[in-house]
């Protein structure tokens, strides 16, 4: 057993992260990352418990699952953790209506949840649909209301595509905040209540999971927060600075998935 | 002489916000607000100084001052203070090459920049440029550099236009300065050095000069910033829960432009 990994002997299941671990996503649809779909094999064989623990907003479970398995990832939607279905239960909870400003395709997501005389705006990775005049139109709402509520599924500063880095949903979720002067709630990672989602839905106490994602600060330090171990993937929006980040330290850095699996696998 | 409004008696000076003050601008070239353009020569035949301290930056100065003139304004280009000429000044100090994310009609001020392979972002009320696409451009571009710097020509929140209130520029630097992790250096409003730029045009010191805005962070509070006193008036932008903002209480409340005007003239 490697040196350093003691910790991972009480590991029964895992959280991945999808986009720049499983996947690098891009206008294409996107191209498996070397050893990934491999790796996600091997882990169902070994016994471990495998959840996606994604922020992916540009598309239903139902097309995002079709999406993985046409690249070769043996996974189904009850093991997909995402923000939307999270988001449409606190909608239902609070009895609030959305105005969303989300992708085109994301949109079957909320079919069941009243859109009239909206009273709070539901942001999500909306892509091309960030243009000037929905920007416009969801600020307008918002500052339009007594007591104005954001939801953003998710805060990330950006994410690789083929083509090259994106802004994400956290860059225009942060345009609104400042515009309207109010916090967002988000949904998604790396808020705690969405990573206890996922780890009911893994059946796995914190203390027994580990996550496994490119972003330092929603998946590692959002898991870590929550009790869990995280690594930290040197592929997708990697970037070497990662490594000096002021607050967050993973537990251990892997070039990528397939080896976070080897060295895993080589503890039980 | 009105009550409680003896400091004004000392007053040489007056700098003037325009958008929200002298007209409500739009996409059918604005409004003027009434009493404006009147109030405009009072303070001219009156001896008192004017400079007009805008953010504006979907146009040249020139244009600019074209378009206040056909709406019956006595203004030149000489009592412009504007971000965009300040933003030339700083970039040839310092040897800078912009990325410009600016409106097309702004474009001319900076046709003296070098822009080849730029080493800095500049920021402006770029209105219909700020599309999905120019966005990530210009944060590729950011992310990219060793150390990025984002210039941005103003921070506010939102205007008031014809059709209602859009984001401005600070909702779009902000969503930069969170994707890139940076903070923007702002030239124009509230900037200190902005200011007094405008106060050595105007050629009179902060103690005897009077900013009068419908912004209360980035009119009041950047001119009370700077030792002068300044006014809010109850048009443009202006919103009754401005009266109640936490920190920024202006010097008295008018309700527009002409009512300022009035009040100023018989202190004298």
Redesign the interface.
Known sequence: AMAGWGWARAVRGLLLDVSGVLYDSGADGGVPIAGSAEAVRRIKASGLKLQLCTNETQATRENFVRKLRAMGFDVSVAEVTAPAPAACRLLKERGLRPHLLVHDDLVPEFAEIDKTNPNCVVLGDA??N???AN??EA??LL?GMEKPVLISLGKG??YKETD?????V???M????????VQAEVVGKPAKRFFESALAELGVPPEQAIMIGDDIENDVGGAQQCGMRALQVRTGKYRPSDENHPEVKPDAYVNNLAEAVDIILQQL
Chains 1, 2 share one sequence.
């Not at 090259?164 to 994400?168: H, I, S, V």
């Not at 942060?174 to 002067?181: M, N, P, R, T, V």
């Open positions: 892509a091309e960030f243009t000037y920007l416009n600020f307008q500052i500063r950006y090259g880095l994106k802004l994400d956290g860059a225009y942060k345009a609104l905040e400042y515009a309207c002067d």
